[in-house]
């Protein structure tokens, strides 16, 4: 299992070549772009991570192709809020890209009509996807594996700095 976990992997890392280059293309001329993506590719944490069959490339195909089609037409704004709750529950750090996402998104769409609504239905799509997630691992583990960590280190820091225990090396 671990080789086709490896295999696997490696040909998520091969795909991410593509939205890689097609961002780097909205920045740069082809040949750069192409070059751009090579140099993605041989990059040697890329492969590390490739080889040892962990979620790390996944992680990165899904926040790459999320920046993608966020920064491509209009018509494929609610599918890059789709990929991004995706993108969070591989790992909840991609949680905290809600907020740039917002931001640029009200930047992007200043002179829209209807831009609030559009917005609700954004985040209407990232929640759809993200609270049965939430849901089923809050009735299997007890926490949600989103809001918890930050929530855990709130208290850890309430409790340890705030109060002035001295062993706060304990909690970790």
Request: net charge positive; glycine share 6%.
């Amino acid at each position: 299992y671990m080789e086709i976990e490896r295999i696997v992997s490696v040909l998520i890392s091969l795909i991410t070549v593509i939205p890689v280059y097609f961002l780097f293309r909205k920045f740069f001329i082809r040949f750069i772009s192409l070059i751009g993506s090579a140099i993605f590719l041989i990059e040697p944490r890329i492969i590390g991570n490739s080889v040892l069959g962990i979620t790390e490339p996944l992680y990165i195909l899904l926040g790459v192709t999320s920046l993608v089609l966020f920064l491509s037409d209009k018509k494929w704004i609610y599918l890059s809020f789709s990929v991004l709750a995706i993108f969070a529950i591989i790992r909840y750090e991609g949680l905290l890209l809600i907020i740039p996402f917002s931001i640029v998104y009200f930047i992007k769409f200043k002179n829209e009509r209807r831009r609030i609504f559009k917005f609700a239905l954004c985040i209407g799509v990232f929640f759809l996807i993200l609270f049965p997630v939430a849901m089923i691992r809050m009735d299997t583990m007890g926490k949600d594996g989103f809001i918890s960590h930050y929530s855990v280190g709130i208290s850890v820091l309430d409790r340890n700095v705030l109060q002035g225990n001295r062993d706060a090396d304990d909690e970790f």
